[in-house]
């Protein structure tokens, strides 16, 4: 028969397992929650929080953080200080409140695109960076 301790560990690895199932059928169904219960897929959830939040915050990661596999991948463009359509266009999905957008442009990246479902991010955004330009 299995030790004890290893009965533990089996029970923990189930759980684990379980919520992970249970966060992916309810994705498939649409119904995006944290553990929470927080809807993640409604943009009222979204405004709401980006409402009352101040600051910035990179949910993901920073270009710090990222900035060899940029420069690696997709370096600047040459045309870096010109408007020009021939200039590579990056779209940054659900930007939020981070200061990933402006830290790409301050590497040298034109042609930047930021969207999210809430309007409030956006109109956040729009405030703080205005002085980049659009």
Not at 125 to 134: A, C, K, L, Q, V
Request: charged share 25%; proline share 4%.
């Amino acid at each position: 028969p299995p030790h004890p301790t290893h009965l533990v560990d089996m029970a923990a690895h189930l759980e684990e397992l379980e919520t992970a199932l249970r966060h992916y059928r309810a994705r498939r169904s649409g119904q995006a929650t944290n553990s929470k219960g927080q809807d993640y897929a409604s943009h009222g959830f979204w405004d709401a929080r980006f409402k009352d939040q101040e600051g910035l915050f990179d949910w993901y990661a920073t270009y710090d953080e990222l900035c060899d596999v940029f420069q690696e991948f997709c370096p600047p463009s040459a045309s870096a200080g010109s408007t020009s359509d021939a200039e590579d266009k990056a779209l940054v999905v659900g930007c939020g409140n981070s200061a990933f957008s402006a830290e790409l442009h301050q590497a040298g990246y034109r042609g930047i695109v930021n969207i999210d479902v809430s309007s409030a991010a956006i109109e956040k955004m729009e405030s703080h960076f205005r002085e980049i330009g659009r």
